[in-house]
Structure formats: C-alpha cells, structure tokens
C-alpha cells in the first residue's frame, strides 16, 4: 500500500474521529498555557539569551536540561540534543507569546533589546502592542501587553478586521509608535532587570498541516472556543472564555506540511493548564474518546495534534 493511501485512511479516521467528539461541550473558561518545552542545539548559548536578552531567571539546570521564567512556575523549558538543526517547511512552533502585564513592563523589555540591538519588528495590533524576534536557534517570540482600549478586532466574513478606538479601520499591523511606549517609563527605570513576576504565556501560535482540521481538534475535541477562521490569512484562532485567542494556528509552511524529523530543534510541547481537577478529566475523556493516544509524562499528559505538535494537559 502506498504511503499516500495509508496517509488518506490514517486522515479519514482522524476526520471520523473528530466528528464524533462534536458537542455543545467547550473548555473551562479559567483555562490558561503553561509552559512551552523546546529541543536546542546549544544550550548554554540559549540560556545566555533568555537571561541577557530577554530577562528570564534560570530556575534550575541539570543533565541537560533547563527551567526558566519570572522566578515563579517554568514558563520555558529547554532540553539540549545533540546533531539537530533547524528545518523549515515544517509544523510546529511559530512563536510563544509572553504577555506583560502593562506597557511600562513591555517598554523595559523592547527597550533592552535595542540597548542590545537585538533584532525585534514592534508592532501595533491595536488592541494589542507588541514586538516580535527569534531566539538564537530560530524559534519565534512575540512580547506583549493588551491594549483594548486602543481598539479591537473581530472576524467578520471570514477578514481580519481591527478597528481603532474612533472607529477608524486599521489593517492590525502598524508600525508601534515607541515614543508614545518610552513615555511610560521613568528616569529610574533599568533596562536590565528580570522581567516581572506577572509574565505569563499568553498564547502560543503554531504550523499547522491545516487550519480546518486544527480548529476541528483543538474545538471539536479539547473544547477551545473558535475566535475565527481567515481563509485569506490561512490562520484560525482558539481560545478559552473569550479571550482573543490562546492558540493561533496557521499553514504558512505550506498546507499539508510534514511534522520535523527527529533531528530537529524546536518545539518538544506546549502545555494547557486547565484550573481544577474536574475540568482536566472533563477533556481527558474527551481524548480518550476520540481515540486519540495519550502518554503520561513528568509534565503532564502528553497527547498530538493532527499535526504532530505536542500537547501537554495538566492542573495548574
């Protein structure tokens, strides 16, 4: 049998399976990410960035391995393999994105980089303000603070569509205004310090093989709220208790790209913090009804997307 057959029965069932799962049934509306695991070539030279460049505490390191974040829970786990490299045209990470809590915390942060002259694109979403770069090995961050009383965005018709807070049309991807952002800090402001106890996870926005059939999982089985879905944007948002959205999806790496091989760095999982016990075994069923295979680990209970991506769900 050819391996594309064997690749159409294996989508059949997984369609079949998805449609079985279908309900009223949707996540815990407290639901929230938690950390995000990476594979890493170097990681010395990573943890060296996430300290300088982005502010992180190193929790702890040991046999390879490494925690970091705001000196609180893991928000960055690294694990270091040895002959692995980035590859593209792949699933899998886009960018994690880390939220700060305002825009004074957003500022010091931007404004570390440029001391550093780190590469980074600020940009203005309006309801949110942000930047973007990649680490040392490639794999995407987005740094960023709400903003809804700039404006908000909406899906309509299947669009993209933002609007300022005058009810102005904006395309949702200006250029940040840095001067207005440098206001908010103070003569006494440092730039490096540790980021603040308050970052989190906000979202995490992943490769996918295609948008259609990633919504179908992440909705149709884990029960995330569906956001929206651009066909000219190739990208779908999930969310939970009407967030703007907790995971992006998109097929920018080609629809029907592969999973990475086995070499590669990259994104190990993601983890999906539901806030009791009750609301965990609620979509663990959901899973296990869906036939789909579920392993536990250190971290969690590890399951995989349509797309190969890796999904940790635990209580938080």
């Given at each position: 049998?050819?391996?594309?057959?064997?690749l159409?029965?294996?989508?059949?069932?997984?369609?079949?399976?998805?449609?079985?799962?279908?309900?009223?049934?949707?996540i815990?509306?407290?639901?929230?990410?938690?950390?995000?695991?990476?594979?890493?070539?170097?990681?010395?030279?990573?943890?060296?960035?996430?300290?300088?460049?982005?502010?992180?505490?190193l929790?702890?390191?040991?046999?390879?391995?490494?925690?970091?974040?705001?000196g609180?829970?893991?928000?960055?786990?690294?694990?270091?393999?040895?002959?692995?490299?980035?590859?593209?045209?792949?699933?899998?990470?886009?960018?994690?994105?880390?939220?700060?809590?305002?825009?004074?915390?957003?500022?010091?942060?931007?404004?570390?980089?440029?001391?550093?002259?780190?590469?980074?694109?600020?940009?203005?979403?309006?309801?949110?303000?942000?930047?973007?770069?990649?680490d040392?090995?490639?794999?995407?961050?987005?740094?960023?603070?709400?903003?809804?009383?700039?404006?908000?965005?909406?899906?309509?018709?299947?669009k993209?569509?933002?609007?300022?807070?005058?009810?102005?049309?904006?395309?949702?991807?200006?250029?940040?205004?840095?001067?207005?952002?440098?206001?908010?800090?103070?003569?006494?402001d440092?730039?490096?310090?540790?980021?603040?106890?308050?970052?989190?996870?906000?979202?995490?926005?992943?490769?996918?093989?295609?948008?259609?059939?990633?919504?179908?999982?992440?909705?149709?089985?884990?029960?995330?709220?569906?956001?929206?879905?651009?066909?000219?944007?190739?990208?779908?948002?999930?969310s939970?208790?009407?967030?703007?959205h907790?995971?992006g999806?998109?097929?920018?790496q080609?629809?029907?790209?592969?999973?990475?091989?086995?070499?590669?760095?990259?994104?190990r999982?993601?983890?999906?913090?539901?806030?009791?016990?009750?609301?965990?075994?609620?979509?663990?069923?959901?899973?296990?009804?869906?036939?789909?295979?579920?392993?536990?680990?250190?971290?969690?209970?590890?399951?995989?997307?349509?797309?190969?991506?890796?999904?940790?769900?635990?209580?938080?």
């Amino acid at each position: 049998m050819s391996s594309e057959i064997v690749l159409m029965a294996l989508e059949k069932k997984m369609n079949q399976t998805l449609a079985k799962t279908k309900s009223d049934f949707l996540i815990h509306p407290r639901t929230q990410m938690g950390s995000v695991s990476l594979t890493v070539a170097n990681l010395d030279n990573q943890i060296e960035f996430y300290q300088k460049a982005m502010g992180f505490k190193l929790h702890w390191k040991e046999n390879g391995k490494a925690g970091l974040g705001a000196g609180g829970k893991d928000l960055l786990l690294l694990t270091e393999e040895p002959n692995v490299k980035k590859y593209r045209g792949v699933t899998g990470l886009y960018h994690v994105a880390y939220l700060f809590p305002n825009r004074r915390e957003l500022a010091i942060a931007i404004g570390r980089l440029f001391a550093l002259k780190y590469p980074n694109s600020p940009t203005d979403h309006i309801m949110t303000k942000t930047t973007y770069l990649d680490d040392l090995e490639h794999n995407g961050i987005e740094l960023y603070c709400e903003s809804p009383e700039d404006g908000t965005w909406t899906f309509k018709d299947g669009k993209y569509e933002t609007y300022r807070k005058d009810g102005s049309w904006s395309d949702g991807r200006e250029a940040l205004d840095l001067d207005e952002l440098f206001s908010h800090l103070t003569e006494d402001d440092k730039l490096d310090v540790s980021v603040p106890p308050e970052l989190k996870i906000g979202h995490v926005h992943l490769h996918v093989r295609d948008v259609d059939e990633a919504v179908e999982f992440y909705h149709g089985v884990l029960g995330f709220d569906i956001m929206g879905v651009s066909k000219p944007f190739q990208m779908g948002f999930v969310s939970a208790g009407g967030y703007h959205h907790h995971l992006g999806l998109n097929t920018w790496q080609g629809r029907g790209a592969p999973p990475p091989p086995p070499d590669a760095v990259g994104l190990r999982f993601f983890t999906i913090e539901l806030p009791n016990q009750q609301a965990y075994d609620d979509v663990v069923v959901r899973v296990d009804k869906a036939g789909i295979s579920l392993n536990q680990i250190d971290e969690g209970l590890l399951l995989y997307d349509p797309s190969q991506n890796g999904v940790v769900l635990t209580v938080a």
